[in-house]
């Protein structure tokens, strides 16, 4: 295993991203334009946390959205094993991940973060559309229907 700090700048380098360490060292944030990954290592613990906005909980119908949301998450039904969120103080919907960092090194690290990249940029162009929370019975997915070959490699 590597250190979170080692994992987090070398993506970082490799990516073309800035990486912002909390004083602590047990979390911050990767600036990959226009996405910030928010992480964190339980502290005493080996789970690492990933974290994105993927969009903005609308003004109207609020029990719509988080029930379509609720349902996504449902067995990782359209999450492919990550879980949304909703930070409730901003309104914002969050997908993250959850990992144990003992069974990271460099190479399944990036991989789980380009994971988590890729599909907030299906659920943002997702949760982008209009009348989203109304699309429970629409064939098209909010994820890629290749996404699950390309979750499992770590």
């Avoid at 964190?40 to 974290?51: A, V």
């Avoid at 029990?63 to 879980?83: I, K, P, V, Y």
């Amino acid at each position: 295993m590597q250190g979170l700090n080692t994992l987090v700048k070398k993506f970082a380098e490799d990516n073309g991203c800035k990486v912002e360490m909390l004083d602590n060292g047990y979390g911050g944030t990767l600036l990959c334009d226009p996405l910030r990954i928010r992480f964190m290592l339980q502290p005493g613990g080996t789970m690492l946390i990933l974290q994105i906005a993927v969009g903005i909980l609308p003004e109207t119908n609020r029990e719509e959205c988080m029930r379509r949301l609720l349902s996504a998450n449902d067995l990782f039904h359209d999450t492919q094993g990550m879980t949304l969120g909703l930070n409730e103080e901003a309104d914002v919907v969050t997908l993250q991940l959850v990992w144990d960092i003992t069974t990271l090194n460099q190479e399944n690290f990036s991989n789980l973060a380009l994971n988590l990249v890729y599909a907030a940029e299906q659920w943002i162009r997702y949760l982008a559309k209009p009348d989203w929370a109304n699309d429970n019975n629409s064939s098209e997915k909010p994820v890629h229907k290749d996404f699950s070959s390309a979750w499992m490699k770590i």
